[in-house]
């Protein structure tokens, strides 16, 4: 019998970097699936089942109670009045910070009779490591140096007269002096307010901060430089690709979780050419994971085609915001020179990936999934892969890079403007298909178009890369239904025959890619299809309570009236809880050049109200029609 990843999409998270409990919505945490307490990557505790009299009360609801909290309740319904209505509930609140998790439990009596209980909270522990349950092995754990304590009082005999409560308290704790993740306690952001005509923005926004708030993580070597990890439970840690995504998302709300992530990720910039881990030099890493367990991947991975390009630009845009970049020319000048030596192995002018170790990940883009890249006719692309969206970055961080040597008086600026302008020639002379319709997914192996239609193409909106009349082909596109049909951008035309709504990469839709693409049609003008993807989102942000998924189903918004969980995605994930920030600074279409004094507003139809927003270190706001507090030596230009 094969083993089956658990399932992640009915599970309840309560979140504290490096910290999470997984339950079930009653609140139990069963030695089942994913379920558990783990801490950097490891499994502190299996089980915590609470019973009353040895049977489990019954679970009405849960609501998160803030930022590391969780309260559930449940009625006993054998105990107290033999009525109808139930007189003994029970309101689990559960708390986690980092390395530890606590719980109240609180008894409330409204029987009119005394209330006698014996009140148990079973515990285990296994161990196990993250990359074991995921996979839904067994493993022989090995401990190493952890050590967990649970308070040993978890047996208690309660008496309630008429009317009366108690509270009972346990807790955990864990001691890892081996973990590679730590809680990030800086990477501070400011917290905005919102006034929206559709209240679901301020709701999705408020659980965002909330769940992002909770996510911030650095690691022993760091200084207390943070990032955000990329998402719960299996990515809670460094990832290059989405740090970076989720850091330039949150510049609307200040620039200092974009300049930890910056600093984090420089200071694990490739060194040497290691096919085994996928390292380069000047290359930005893909994912860190502790070295004492077993895992499929290199502790310190670097196999990804577009971390580098992302933190060039990353850098840019934080400069922009008004950050102090200055420190950081010499990573951005080895991470152009791996642009230049060691992004085109095939010389064709184009950036590609192939993993010759077999042990690597096949694909090596966003979408990195081993069937991500098919032909329209659903026939897997060999590799070396040329994707799309990653040619867009390049340009954009051809462009940006230039622009960061010349305003540091570095030499180099020309050489990458060229690089740049001669790329949109080669891309459009090789990547549109479908008569010109819309650009392939990628290149292949033999250098041909693989011609699905995807939402890769859309992340070229807004580089540069293409012209304005390119970009407008483009959009209409996504446009269509087949792509734009279901609650934000699919991953895959329904027209191809790769399409299955439930497709990790192939139909689905990605709240962080619907809300890239929302933001690069807002940028281009093309505010009706931008509109059309935020409300997809607001939508699906609703169905599952404002904290939006990794991914959920591509069904058609006319054969479904709510999305449908995809069973193993994450939840919060960074890019999705980051992306509400993005939709809002698109709404406004907000884009700050403070080293030029100029900020440019160009809001969409319905824009909400926003105060709180950071920019060049003072507060701004929007006030329906012009920025608010914006300081001297800014001007405001459409």
Known sequence: ?????????????????????????????????????????????????????????SPIG??????????????????????????????????????????????????????HTTVTVETASDLASMDAVRSGRSEDASPGRVTVRIDPYRTWEVTLAPGQSTVLRWSATVDDPDAVMLPGLRGSFSVP?????????????????????????????????????????????????????AARMMLPL??????????????????????????????????LRRSDVAYRLPATYYGTIDATL???????????????????????????????????PDG????????????????????????????HDGRLAEPPIALAEVQGYAYRAALDGAALLDAFGRPGGDRWRSYAFSLADRFRAAFWVDEGRYPALALDRDKRPVDSLTSNIGHLLGTGLLTGEEEARVAAALADPAMSGAYGLRTMSADDRGFAPLSYHCGSVWAHDTAIVAAGLARGGFAAEALTLFDGLLAAAETFGFRLPELYGGDSRAELSRPVAY????????????????????????????????????????????????????????????????????????
């Not at 933190?311 to 020319?329: A, K």
């Open 62 to 115: 849960w609501a998160s109670a803030g930022p590391g909290a969780t309260r559930f309740v449940s009625v006993a319904r054998w105990l107290g009045d033999e009525i109808a209505d139930p007189t003994v509930r029970i309101v689990r609140t559960r708390t986690v910070r980092p390395g530890a998790v606590e719980e109240e439990v609180e008894i409330v009596s409204s029987a009119t009779v005394p209330v």
């Open 348 to 375: 064709d002018g184009f950036l590609e990936y192939i993993d010759t170790t077999g042990r690597g990940l096949a694909n090596q883009g966003w979408k990195d999934s081993g069937d991500a890249v098919r032909f």
């Open 1 to 57: 019998m094969r083993s089956l990843q658990p399932l992640l999409h009915d599970l309840v998270p309560t979140i504290a970097a490096p910290t999470i409990a997984l339950s079930g919505p009653d609140g139990q945490i069963r030695p089942a699936g994913v379920q558990g307490v783990f801490h950097a990557d490891r499994r502190i505790l299996s089980a915590a089942v609470l019973r009353l009299d040895a049977q489990e009360p």
């Open 567 to 638: 069973p193993a995605a994450c939840h919060p994930q960074a890019w999705s809880s980051a992306a509400a920030i993005l939709m809002l600074q698109s709404w406004l279409g907000l884009e700050p050049d403070v080293p030029n004094g100029v900020v440019r507003l160009n809001p969409l139809p319905g824009a909400p109200i926003v105060t709180g927003l950071r920019i060049g270190g003072h507060t701004v706001g929007f006030d329906g029609t012009s920025l608010t507090g914006l300081p001297s030596g800014l001007s405001v230009e459409p």
């Open 254 to 287: 200040g620039t200092d979780l974009a300049l930890g992530t910056l600093r984090v990720l420089a200071r694990r910039q490739g060194e040497k050419v290691d096919p085994e881990t996928g390292e380069a030099p000047g290359k930005i890493m893909h994912e």
């Open 193 to 245: 307010g919102v006034r929206a005509r559709d209240r679901r923005v301020e709701r999705l926004v408020a659980q965002s901060l909330d769940d992002l708030a909770a996510l911030r993580l650095t690691t022993p070597i760091d200084d207390g430089d943070t990032f955000l990890g990329a998402g719960v439970p299996w990515y809670l840690t460094l990832f290059g690709r989405d740090s970076l995504w």
């Open 310 to 344: 992302l933190w060039i630009s990353l850098m840019h845009d934080t400069w922009r915001w008004g950050g102090q970049v200055s420190s950081l020319i010499q990573p951005l000048e080895a991470a152009l020179g791996w642009l230049a030596s060691h992004a085109d």
